[in-house]
């Protein structure tokens, strides 16, 4: 019996021990102007695009495996995050949405519209949603390039749930 739970103490610290720590050396960004913050892991590429009409801040992995957009505006309108998830979806030419999901991602409520996007006979995971917070709405569209990554998938969810709303 005591062998037993300690085989099994061992394998549970050997499986969750990677998660705690996995996020220790990820850097943290944060951007006042669009009061948001979050983490990823090392040498990711950060940058604020602003050749269009609204800015946006894009991110991706080194490998470009991985990537997600995120634009904050003021919600002026009092706008329904469920009503801009599906305008969101309407833009999404080429994608077959399976399945939505509501969360609580620490003090931002978002709603998630999560599918397949086929470009050109190639199909890559999608991942867009919405978020509100206060007077501010967040629009994110993310995804990965390989369909049935489930490595890709558990790493773009961690640095989703690291999001935070600041101010």
Known sequence: MKKTIYTA???IFCCVAPLATAQTSWETHRFEPYRIEFKTPP????SINTDGEKSFIECY?????IYFFITVA???KKSDPDIVLQYLK??????????DEARKINNIDF???IGIKTV???STYIRIGVGQYKDKIYMLESGFSR???DASEALLDQVISSFKAIR
């Open 43 to 46: 040498h990711w590429q950060i």
């Open 9 to 11: 103490t061992i394998l």
């Open 147 to 149: 369909v049935d990554s």
């Open 61 to 65: 992995s080194p490998d470009s495996e």
């Open 120 to 122: 050109n006979n190639y």
């Open 90 to 99: 309407v833009g999404s030419l080429n994608s077959e949405f399976i399945r």
């Open 74 to 76: 003021e919600n002026e």
């Open 111 to 113: 709603k998630f519209s």
